[in-house]
T-cell receptor, first 111, second 116 residues
């Protein structure tokens, strides 16, 4: 079945460490997105990419980095510069003007 | 800038009752899309509906119905005869109708609990 796969489901980060969250889709969607969700808040856009080798900052890009070397993959790196990384991270993809499809999310915590 | 407000943080109703989730948006754009997503305890967001700003017809899908009113900038969601499986967080979202700009603006969500 086509869909979006995020891994791992749970991730722990030590202080000063970079971690990378994986997002893979087999829907042949052109656009991919990363959102952050905090308790009691809506989803906030971190980065998005509409084509391979191109991406744009969202509303809260500081402390994060992405790459889009393949259409299917859009990994998110949470760098040590992100001082409050504990959150639920959701990846999404879409094609044309169709609604975004979401993965199951990765929950990141700080050790 | 666009803004989506879901004033109801949490709602609890007894099973089989009807419940309405409110969504109010702010925009200066004349063409846009509105969405509702459901987030069950498992975490993924499930798409429920998309509405174009030119189409103010109400929509019904089974026990779900949506009331879009441009005059009040609202896009409310009603669940009829609620069931325990409806328990989830529901998000309303907005997107301007501009190909190449796919950014969604989300409300803060309403946590709905259906009591058996």
């Amino acid at each position: 079945d086509g869909g979006i796969t995020q891994s791992p489901k749970y991730l722990f980060r030590k202080e000063g460490q970079n971690v990378t969250l994986s997002c893979e889709q087999n829907l042949n969607h052109d656009a991919m997105y990363w959102y952050r969700q905090d308790p009691g808040q809506g989803l906030r856009l971190i980065y998005y990419s509409q084509i391979v080798n191109d991406f744009q900052k969202g509303d809260i890009a500081e402390g994060y980095s992405v790459s889009r070397e393949k259409k299917e993959s859009f990994p998110l790196t949470v760098t040590s510069a992100q001082k409050n990384p504990t959150a639920f991270y959701l990846c999404a993809s879409s094609i044309a003007v169709q609604p975004q499809h979401f993965g199951d999310g990765t929950r990141l915590s700080i050790l | 800038a666009q803004k989506v407000t879901q004033a109801q943080t949490e709602i609890s109703v007894v099973e089989k009752e009807d419940v309405t989730l409110d969504c109010v948006y702010e925009t200066r754009d004349t063409t846009y899309y509105l969405f509702w997503y459901k987030q069950p305890p498992s975490g993924e967001l499930v798409f429920l509906i998309r509405r174009n700003s030119f189409d103010e017809q109400n929509e019904i899908s089974g026990r779900y119905s949506w009331n879009f009113q441009k005059s009040t900038s609202s896009f409310n969601f009603t669940i009829t005869a609620s069931q325990v499986v409806d328990s989830a967080v529901y998000f309303c979202a907005f997107k301007i109708s501009n190909f190449g700009n796919e950014k969604l603006t989300f409300g803060t969500g309403t946590r709905l609990t259906i009591i058996p």
